[in-house]
């Protein structure tokens, strides 16, 4: 009754209501496990996420699991629900997290840490790993930051490395096993691979855990649909895991190795049985480059046979320029006009072959001649600043390609008629990341960003030409967390009890908060972002071996420097070291048979 | 056209009016019920509410029309209905040959509250008169309670007791209950659990609208 009277109090009840379509409830009796999986985020944004969805449906086909999803409340709801003393529920039951079994955090950014604190406070919660007790949840984190676990490693009981659809299973039979004992659970848990219990350092990196075949791997047959509007709010089918490109920058290019690819068939299936299931009217093709995806053409014409006359809408985000053909966009407009997205991420060619973006000038303009000629007439483009070796002229090159683009546009006899073009630089900050080729790269400065950010505002010219970026404060706050270490959990704490929390959303965000933790805690930005780290260093993530050797990564500098591309891993293998940990479906030697 | 009557209830009370077009399209694909598209650039069902329902008050027969593409068997459509509906929605009936929906003149609400505040909210409702603002987009305006509604019941029920009223819903006046509420509250403080179920509508000769 508590909740009711708080719910018609706050903004938005539906957030924390519960109740939707898809959301599973399970008998309490029948149930072994209680486990909470918790967004550090806002209910729109972690309802876009699909990493939750798939987990959501592989600990709920256990019988004796049940899972329940817990967001992190928005401001007023928080206050309302501290007033109250109700503390922090799951959604499916309304119970209180802290009687659960397990509290298990994903985290997808840097900027969530601090509600990962802020969840934990309003669940009442022991905050720190060394002070629960038997009687309080086991906390446990996963997803791509845990990639270096370390700057939040004192608040988690125990991290799982990689992919979880098996890992977290195992954990769960494990747990059983240990007749529900804190304390022998996580003894034996340290003990598997893809674990890492910060309580317990492991003597070898932590293996990162990787999906083998991901047709076999469960896959939701349902989503939870929620009623109001959440930022991705469609049927997500995720068509392959892993990226063959090797862009120096992208993180995920690397932690999601080796590539692995769903065969049409199967996704077919899925996306019939997740419309039917849920009642969406869009399906998304989900993957870190859907145009590297082999048979594209195949599984786009096939989805489109049952969606045209559903009134299905599809989409293709994360399409590459360089093989962008004119039957997919055709086939991507063949329901629904929409934009055209690319990313550059660097002005010059010069840039992007440091950076190993292998996308030509040329490219460029080829797909946009084409989408313009089949009546598109707007372009978002997205790009980077402060990568390694940059000077003025590549950021001028940002412009200059804009330009270009807004000039191909007016030079076309058949774009669409009595239509304008707009072109969108979306602008953000490049932050060095673990497990990359720039992972010892120094991170420019705060007023180096907005330096750079002006100049390239002074030069772009024409009003079709629009330019988006973020205050690069939160860049350099990111980049610290990321590259960070143990030290840093008392930032983190400094910056909870001086009131920090959704610092992902700006207008929450409070720079001069993290500054201050940070120089009370006696450290610095310098050191975790600006300096340059020599390669010989020990990093805080040498604890974590994500099967991508770091010998490939200083090889991948070194050809940076040199303004050297590596090919696609189609073309010829870069010798990453994957292969030691999974084979996937284009590695040389590990083709699948 | 035809029509569905349905009841939103419990926690469903949350979801409000714009969230309720999202929820009952994916609720129509998910039924699979043959409703007719809109041509043109975006298809889309036609779906048309009777009268939007505020957040934090229960239905006990909403209304939606649509136009169905192809015939089917309304009991059928009833029991697909409810099989894809979230919870706390359940369709009560569903028929064509209807008032439409501009005939919709009041709504009747039955409102609960906690049995000890029946003293004072009988003597509250008992003024001749009980002036409060309504704020809309624009202004606020001074209306009377007393003399917009009109009293059904005052009946007993366990540890609440049911206040029933019919006030104005419709397009020229409408008058939402928790008006009543706020101003109870203005005159006895906080009235913690005040349950609002909006009933049925009638047209302007108080006829029932079906």
């Not at chain 1, 009981?157 to 979880?164: T, V, Y």
């Not at chain 1, 022998?184 to 999906?211: D, H, N, R, S």
């Not at chain 1, 006696?522 to 050797?549: N, Q």
Request: glycine share 6%.
């Amino acid at each position: 009754m508590e909740l009711e009277n708080i719910l018609s109090r706050v903004q938005k009840p539906a957030w924390y209501s519960g109740g939707e379509y898809g959301s599973i409830v399970k008998d309490l009796s029948q149930v072994g496990i209680r486990f909470g999986f918790c967004f550090p985020d806002l209910y729109e944004i972690g309802m876009s996420h699909l990493g939750i969805k798939i987990l959501y449906h592989c600990l709920n086909t256990m019988p004796n699991v049940w899972c329940e999803r817990v967001f992190m409340p928005n401001l007023d709801m928080e206050e309302e629900m501290k007033k109250e003393n109700i503390p922090l529920f799951a959604l499916e039951s309304k119970d209180p997290i802290r009687e659960f079994d397990f509290v298990g955090f994903t985290l997808q950014y840097e900027m969530s840490y601090t509600n990962v604190l802020n969840m934990l406070a309003l669940a009442q919660i022991p905050m720190f790993s060394k002070n629960r007790t038997d009687t309080d949840p086991i906390v446990i984190a996963g997803g791509p930051c845990t990639c270096n676990p370390e700057p939040i490693a004192d608040f988690i009981d125990l991290f799982s490395i990689g992919e979880g659809e098996e890992h977290l299973k195992t954990l769960m039979n494990l747990y059983l096993k240990c007749g529900k004992n804190r304390t022998k659970f996580l003894q034996e848990a340290a003990k598997i691979e893809g674990t890492y219990v910060p309580q317990y350092p492991p003597e070898k990196p932590v293996k990162m855990q990787k999906i083998q075949d991901l047709d076999s791997v469960e896959y939701p047959d349902r989503f939870v649909v929620p009623f109001s509007q959440v930022v991705h709010d469609r049927v997500m089918l995720e068509i392959m895991r892993g990226c063959i490109r090797g862009c120096r920058f992208c993180q995920a290019g690397f932690l999601y190795r080796p590539f692995r690819q769903k065969s049409p068939e199967i996704l077919i299936e899925q996306a019939n049985k997740l419309c039917k299931e849920t009642g969406y009217d869009e399906i998304s093709l989900t993957s870190l480059s859907t145009s590297d995806y082999d048979k594209l053409p195949e599984l786009c014409d096939n989805l489109l046979v049952y969606c045209m006359p559903q009134h299905i809408n599809l989409s293709l985000p994360s399409l590459r320029v360089d093989n962008f053909t004119k039957e997919i966009l055709e086939k991507v407009q063949a329901t629904r006009k929409s934009g055209l997205t690319f990313a550059p991420e660097a002005g010059t060619q010069r840039l992007r072959d440091v950076i190993n973006k292998n996308v030509t000038e040329e490219e460029i303009e080829h797909t946009c001649r084409i989408a313009f000629e089949g009546g598109c007439t707007s372009v978002k483009l997205y790009f980077m600043i402060g990568l390694p070796t940059e000077t003025d002229e590549d950021i001028k090159g940002i412009a200059e390609t804009a330009q270009k683009i807004v000039d191909l546009y007016y030079s076309l006899p058949e774009k669409p008629k009595g239509k304008s073009i707009q072109v969108t630089i979306s602008l953000a900050t490049f932050v060095p990341k673990p497990f990359t080729p720039f992972q010892w790269e120094s991170q420019i400065s705060l007023e180096e960003i907005e330096r750079k950010q002006k100049y390239l505002k002074s030069q772009i010219t024409s009003k079709k030409i629009k330019l988006n970026y973020h205050d690069g404060k939160t860049s350099v706050i990111e980049g610290v967390l990321a590259r960070g270490d143990r030290r840093l959990s008392k930032v983190l704490l400094k910056v909870f009890e001086n009131g920090g929390k959704l610092d992902a959303w700006d207008e929450h965000f409070s720079y001069e908060r993290w500054i201050q933790a940070i120089n009370d805690c006696g450290l610095s930005v310098e050191e975790y972002a600006g300096r340059k780290r020599p390669f010989d260093e020990p990093l805080p993530w040498d604890i974590i071996d994500i099967g991508v050797s770091k010998e490939f990564f200083i090889r991948e500098n070194k050809k940076a420097y040199q303004e050297k591309t590596t090919p696609s891993c189609k073309l010829q293998c870069a010798g990453c070291g994957i292969t030691e940990l999974c084979s996937g479906d284009v590695c040389p030697g590990g083709k699948k048979q | 056209m035809i029509r569905l009557v349905f009841s939103k209830k419990g926690l469903a009370k949350y979801i409000s009016h714009l969230d309720m077009q999202r929820t009952m399209q994916r609720t129509l694909r998910r039924a699979g019920i043959p409703v007719w598209y809109s041509e043109g650039f975006n298809p889309h069902p036609y779906l048309c509410f009777a009268s939007p329902l505020s957040v934090g008050i229960e239905g006990e027969n909403e209304i939606i029309d649509f136009r169905l593409a192809e015939e089917m068997p309304f009991e059928e459509m009833k029991s697909r209905f409810n099989q894809a509906f979230p919870q706390g929605f359940t369709a009560k009936d569903i028929y064509e040959g209807f008032d439409p929906v501009k005939n919709i003149a009041f709504a009747e609400y039955t409102l609960s509250f906690p049995k000890d505040t029946q003293p004072a909210f009988e003597k509250f409702w008992q003024r001749d008169s009980i002036p409060v603002l309504k704020k809309t987009k624009r202004a606020q305006k001074e209306i009377d309670l007393k003399e917009e509604s009109q009293t059904v019941s005052l009946a007993e029920n366990g540890d609440f007791f049911d206040f029933t009223v019919i006030l104005p819903c419709g397009s020229e006046k409408n008058i939402n209950p928790q008006l009543i509420v706020s101003a109870l509250e203005e005159n006895v403080g906080k009235i913690n659990s005040c349950r609002i179920i909006r009933n049925r509508f009638y047209k302007t000769d108080l006829s029932i609208f079906q």
